[in-house]
């Protein structure tokens, strides 16, 4: 790369917006979904991307902490900076699927380290209707009841698990505030991020499931009345997520939205969670016949996920000054 195009690269990912963690949890998520349905080979040119893009996020991070605290604690306070947490979980719990447990429970101990500061930036910079980047803190929450779930099913670790149950439920509470909170014009007029609304259900549905895979009889997690309870609530979540992706499709359809931004790469991780929750719930709660439909909506998600990366390449390529997005996070 010659000096100009340094010097441009360096001055597009200086403008790069907080909820750029958003990459690595669509491209992760997606990674999840193809190794669910023995796409290998697929999955793991994904999961290294997903490990790339999240390495340069990582330092990027780390620098900004350390010598532009200023901007740090500016960024810290917008829902986007919970995107670190959530992309952190989700990249942990590719590891663990891949049997790399050391590697997930390093990522979820860091993760729980910037969860609770982060989460409480956000939520004191609630201000009036937000955009769907409102849901990144049930987002974050559940991607952290995830991993959780997954680490403790793989190591049949009770009390990891029964800690993954709060911050389940917890996050459904989150869930509600940020319903409450959310700009409901936003659907037709959403840039992207928008689609948070229903990814945060997918997520909260991948979370139930996960939970109800990781009791067993040597740990005796939930009595069968809490397990129903968990089974019904899952399976409500995957229904109302489902809803969701046929609401905001068709306001997609009936008003088209065709210039290009960067918060789409949060319109890809929804439909990358809803594949990888259809697919885990089917086998959480005894139903093959979701393996299909969950198959179609994870081939969706690929191919927005190459529309959008293309889109992003193309971005970085034809801006003169370097790629942001002016919408609000």
């Known amino acids: 790369m010659s000096g100009t195009g340094i010097s441009r690269f360096r001055a597009w990912w200086a403008q790069r917006p907080p909820a750029a963690g958003a990459v690595v949890m669509a491209t992760g998520i997606v990674s999840v979904g193809l190794r669910l349905t023995g796409y290998e080979v697929l999955s793991r040119i994904a999961f290294a991307l997903a490990c790339a893009f999240w390495m340069g996020l990582a330092v990027d991070f780390a620098v900004r902490l350390l010598w532009d605290r200023r901007r740090w604690l500016t960024e810290a306070g917008t829902p986007g900076a919970l995107t670190a947490v959530a992309a952190t979980a989700v990249l942990g719990t590719r590891f663990s699927i891949a049997g790399w447990q050391t590697v997930a429970e390093a990522l979820l101990a860091l993760a729980a380290v910037l969860w609770p500061g982060l989460l409480v930036r956000v939520l004191g910079n609630w201000r009036g209707r937000m955009p769907g980047t409102v849901f ?3 987002v974050a929450t559940q991607s952290l009841a995830v991993l959780g779930a997954t680490v403790a099913a793989a190591g049949s670790v009770a009390w990891l698990a029964h800690t993954a ?34 990814g945060a259900l997918a997520v909260s549905a991948l979370a139930g499931s996960k939970l109800i895979v990781a009791d067993s009889a040597r740990l005796y997690l939930w009595n069968s009345d809490d ?6 609530v899952t399976v409500a979540l995957l229904v109302l997520d489902v809803a969701w992706c046929v609401v905001l499709l068709a306001a997609e359809i009936g008003r088209p939205r065709p210039r290009f931004d960067l918060r789409r790469w949060s319109t890809v991780f929804p439909l990358g969670m809803t594949a990888a929750t259809i697919l885990s719930v089917g086998t959480a709660v005894d139903a093959p ?13 690929v191919a927005a996920w190459l529309v959008v990366a293309a889109g ?7 801006a003169a000054s370097g790629v942001t997005s002016t919408g609000p996070r």
């Open 136 to 138: 990144l803190g049930c």
């Open 165 to 198: 149950l709060v911050l389940f439920w917890s996050g459904l509470v989150l869930y509600g505030f940020a319903l409450a909170r959310f700009e409901w014009r936003q659907i037709v007029v959403g840039a992207g991020d928008h689609w948070i609304v229903g």
């Open 312 to 318: 992003t390449v193309r971005l970085y390529f034809t």
């Open 289 to 301: 016949w979701l393996r299909t439909p969950g198959q179609v909506v994870l081939w969706i998600a």
């Open 227 to 232: 397990r129903g309870v968990l089974r019904a």
